[in-house]
């Protein structure tokens, strides 16, 4: 869990250097099992919740909601975590500031090889590789006009080589 360790450390570093320090935050994370937290060794959570420990001691009244799901696609997130998203941030009390973190991909590279390019492209990875690459970068491009339209700072994260 080297990796989230790793945006534990940036993301307090970025929110210790902001100017409201001690402001209330409202944040919301996005993505797959990586952020739900799925095999987690028993901790749970995924990063979020390790965040919000951090967060609340330095940002009294902070939240954060975990809205990960296990086995989601850049789709899926727009089909079943961007709304709730979008309303947590816009619900916001007036002052918070409001972070929007997204994590998502995963899923997306492992259906591409495991199926897509297979039955879809009979193995023909370039052409597969192009389509699919296209229509997850319009889902993240779709992700992160949605969230910039609440007004939030937002915070997207690489994938890592799986």
Known sequence: MKIGKIILLALLLLLMGHPA???SITMVTLGDS???GAGDDGIGGGYPARLLSM????????TLSNLGISGDTSEDLINKQ????????????AGNLKIALVWIGSNDLFGLYEWV???????????????TF???????TNILASL???????YIALLDDQ
């Open 21 to 23: 320090f001690g402001q």
């Open 34 to 36: 990586l952020t739900e």
């Open 55 to 62: 967060l609340q001691s330095l940002y009294p009244g902070s």
């Open 82 to 93: 961007l709304e709730p998203a979008v309303s947590l941030l816009n619900a916001a009390p």
């Open 117 to 131: 390019c297979e039955y879809e492209y009979g193995n023909n990875y370039s052409a597969c590789e192009e389509a």
């Open 134 to 140: 296209g229509y997850y970068s319009g889902n993240i």
């Open 148 to 154: 910039k339209a609440t007004g939030s700072q937002i």
